[in-house]
C-alpha cells in the first residue's frame, strides 16, 4: 500500500543549530503535504504545509521544500530553541486519503 | 473561540465495557476523523465522515463504531470487541476535501483497568 517514510526518527540539537526532517512519500497522486508538531500529551498542530505547485514555503523560523519528482518533502527549522522540542509528523493527501509518517522526536538542548 | 474539543480527557474502561469519546467542532467542518495513536508511534485513521449521517472505515475500524447525525459531533465508541483499547485518541476535522488541512483535538487517553 501507499506509505510515507520519515527521517530520522529521533533528532537532537543544539540550541541555535539548524534542524531537518525528510519525508519520502509513494503515492504519485499527492498533492498537499502538511507539517504537524505534537507537544507531549496534546494533539498535533500545524505548522506549515506546502502544495505541489510549489516548491518552497517558508515561514519565519520553518520552512519546507518539495521535490515532487523525487517524491520527497523536508522540514527546515532554523535558530532552534527548546520549545521547539516535540514530535514532528509529515503528511502526504491526495484526493482519497492522508498518510502520516511515523514521526520524528525533535529534541532541542540548552 | 473556534476550535475542536475533546472529552473526557481521561477515561478508564472496564473488561467488557463500551465507553463513547466525545468530540465536538465548531469550524463549521464539513469532514471529521478519528486517530489512533500508541506508544512512539504515528497516526491510523480509525473512521472518518465527509458529511453528515455518512462515514466510512480507516485502516484499522474493528472494534470501533462511530455516528454523524450533527454536522458538529462525531462520538466514537470503543466496544467491547476492541482487545487492546488502551491508546491516546484523537479527533480532527477538515474541510469537505481530503487534501484540505485537519485540525485537532487536544485527544483522550484510554486507559483499561
Known amino acids: 500500500g501507499e506509505n510515507v517514510e520519515q527521517h530520522p526518527s529521533t533528532l537532537s540539537v543544539q540550541e541555535g543549530d539548524s534542524a531537518v526532517i525528510k519525508c519520502t512519500y509513494s503515492?504519485?497522486?499527492?498533492?498537499?503535504f502538511p507539517w504537524y508538531k505534537q507537544e507531549l500529551g496534546k494533539g498535533p498542530q500545524l505548522i506549515i504545509d506546502?502544495?505541489?505547485?510549489?516548491g518552497e514555503k517558508k515561514d519565519q523560523r520553518i520552512a519546507v521544500t518539495l521535490n515532487k519528482t523525487a517524491k520527497h518533502f523536508s522540514l527546515h527549522i532554523t535558530e532552534t530553541q527548546p520549545e521547539d522540542s516535540a514530535v514532528y509528523f509529515c503528511a502526504a493527501a491526495s484526493y482519497d486519503k492522508v498518510i502520516f509518517g511515523p514521526g520524528t522526536s525533535l529534541s532541542v538542548i540548552p | 473561540d473556534g476550535g475542536i474539543t475533546q472529552s473526557p480527557k481521561y477515561l478508564f474502561r472496564k473488561e467488557g465495557q463500551n465507553v463513547t469519546l466525545s468530540c465536538e467542532q465548531n469550524l463549521n467542518h464539513d469532514a471529521m476523523y478519528w486517530y489512533r495513536q500508541d506508544p512512539g508511534q504515528g497516526l491510523r485513521l480509525i473512521y472518518y465522515?465527509?458529511?453528515?449521517?455518512?462515514?466510512q472505515k480507516g485502516d484499522i475500524a474493528e472494534g470501533y463504531s462511530v455516528s454523524r447525525e450533527k454536522k458538529e459531533s462525531f462520538p466514537l465508541t470503543v466496544t467491547s470487541a476492541q482487545k487492546n483499547p488502551t491508546a491516546f485518541y484523537l479527533c480532527?476535522?477538515?474541510?469537505?476535501?481530503?487534501?484540505?488541512?485537519?485540525?485537532f483535538g487536544p485527544g483522550t487517553r484510554l486507559l483499561v483497568l
Open positions: 506546502i502544495r505541489s505547485n510549489v
Open positions: 480532527a476535522s477538515s474541510g469537505r476535501r481530503i487534501q484540505e488541512t485537519q485540525y
Open positions: 503515492d504519485s497522486a499527492s498533492n498537499y
Open positions: 465522515s465527509q458529511i453528515v449521517n455518512d462515514f
